[in-house]
């Protein structure tokens, strides 16, 4: 059975699984499904519509599920999606979409620190670190594996790769390519995540291709469509040459996002 503080007040229509336990002063309002195994620190608010996976740690304060901050939202249908075994320190706060029907995402194997913000319809990955008082604003979305510094803030509609690196206190205005390190204001890219990428197992000449392709694409006189085409004529392609080359292949043809500037050549 699950354990529910005496002070706690869970509605009648929330799906509590068992080995949950709730905390103190914790509210868990209707429809709230909370998958086995998952913590509730004291003065946990949960919102309709959210749905929590199993063995989540949730600390004290945390708002999950609270209507959008956009002023088209009319009351309508719509949910926060919460995966497995995330780590949602003290005061997060992550709101639930906009539009009917419509989701925010949020995957497994997150460490979400401190005061940090996830706004409503943003898709995060997996295995994603986002450091103290980090604000992501809406339709956002965070690849697998990304690590985002302490007080960054990230504009709406931004995309930020897989394995992508991101400097504290950075202002991210424009989208950020897979496995990059990138940081300042407004954001550049400073070269590649090598230690993300080792720690991800990726191979050596991978990773060496990887360097090869950041200097072709963002630190030479190519634009992005001779870079690429030099990458695919010099280097042994794998599949994370091909996911870079995808992501900017978008941004190049007028994805809703621009690439990050290349850094000043001196």
């Known amino acids: 059975m699950a354990t529910i503080h005496p002070t706690a007040v869970v509605h009648p229509s929330a799906e509590i699984d068992d080995d949950v336990e709730i905390g103190p002063y914790c509210i868990v309002g209707a429809h709230v499904r909370i998958g086995a195994g998952t913590t509730l620190g004291a003065h946990v608010i949960v919102e309709g519509y959210t749905q929590i996976g199993r063995n989540n740690i949730i600390y004290h304060g945390a708002v999950l599920g609270a209507p959008p901050q956009d002023r088209k939202f ?3 249908r719509s949910y926060l999606i919460i995966g497995d075994n995330n780590w949602i320190r003290e005061y997060v706060t992550i709101h639930r979409a906009s539009g009917e029907e419509q989701a925010t995402i949020i995957g497994d ?19 994603v670190v986002m450091a103290n008082a980090v604000g992501i604003s809406g339709h956002c979305e965070i690849g697998d594996g990304a690590n985002i510094g302490g007080m960054t803030g990230v504009h709406q509609f931004t995309r930020i790769g897989k394995l992508a690196m991101v400097g504290g206190m950075s202002r991210i205005v424009r989208d950020v390519p897979p496995f990059m390190i990138v940081e300042g204001s407004p954001a550049q890219v400073r070269g590649v995540n090598i230690v993300g990428l080792r720690r991800a197992g990726i191979p050596e000449a991978t990773r060496d291709a990887l360097r090869k392709a950041c200097r072709w694409m963002f630190f030479s006189n190519l634009n992005i469509s001779q870079a690429i085409e030099k990458i695919r004529a010099e280097l042994e392609m794998s599949a994370e040459l091909e996911h870079l080359i995808e992501f900017m292949e978008q941004i190049r043809q007028g994805r809703n996002g621009r690439a990050l500037d290349q850094p000043s050549r001196k």
């Open 74 to 76: 009319k009351h309508e």
């Open 109 to 127: 194997n997150n460490f979400l620190m401190a005061y940090v913000h996830i706004g409503h319809n943003c898709k995060v990955g997996s295995g």
